[in-house]
């Protein structure tokens, strides 16, 4: 039983960490990984809802993800803890991706799209403009890539819904070819 514990000892190394411990080449390098989208998290809110035993807390996350190439998609989901619940946000994000129609560096044309109580109207803008849009609107239109435009938000100026109105408008944008060929049909 000695000569076991002696020869364990022995392979752990000086320390004493044993296998995987320290900074060896087990380890497996650099742990971050080039990532094909950015993500900005929006809002991280604190929901409960009440059972018999009392309340559950848990963590709703908005998140939006894109390439600044013309990709982003939105995600909103809940968990138990923080890094849960966006985790499960930036999955739901990766499936509900769209492509923006973008004409040099701005969308195609004006667009005005509603969701529930909240209105965004969009609006291309000449170079040098920038994004000139507030809150969760602005990251998304950074995120897709959109480098000059005009918005505005009329009604509720809930996080949530200015943002699937703005995503549903990006998702509604149509390109000049795209109209040329539904009047030829």
């Known amino acids: 039983m000695a000569e076991y514990n002696k020869q364990s000892r022995d392979s752990r190394g ?27 998290v929006v809002e991280v ?21 894109g390439d ?24 739901a994000a990766k499936k509900n991706m769209i492509t923006v129609v973008l004409r040099e560096g701005t969308i195609p044309h004006e667009i005005r799209e509603k969701y529930k109580a909240s209105t965004v109207f969009l609006k291309p803008a000449s170079a040098g403009t920038g994004v000139i849009a507030g809150g969760a609107v602005r990251q998304l239109l950074d995120l897709a890539g959109v480098k000059n435009v005009l918005s505005k938000m009329y009604g509720s100026r809930n996080k949530v819904n200015t943002l699937m109105a703005a995503f549903n408008a990006l998702g509604n944008m149509e390109s000049h070819t795209d109209k040329r060929e539904m009047r030829k049909a």
Do not use: C, H
């Open 14 to 40: 000086p320390r004493g960490g044993g296998a995987g411990r320290g900074r060896g080449p087990r380890r497996g390098g650099d742990r971050r990984e080039a990532r094909e989208f950015d993500q900005k």
């Open 45 to 65: 809110s604190r929901v409960s809802r009440t059972v018999k035993g009392g309340k559950r807390m848990r963590f709703r996350a908005l998140v939006v993800i």
């Open 68 to 91: 600044r190439k013309g990709k982003v998609g939105i995600g909103l989901r809940k968990g138990l803890d923080v890094p849960e619940s966006v985790a499960k946000a930036v999955a």
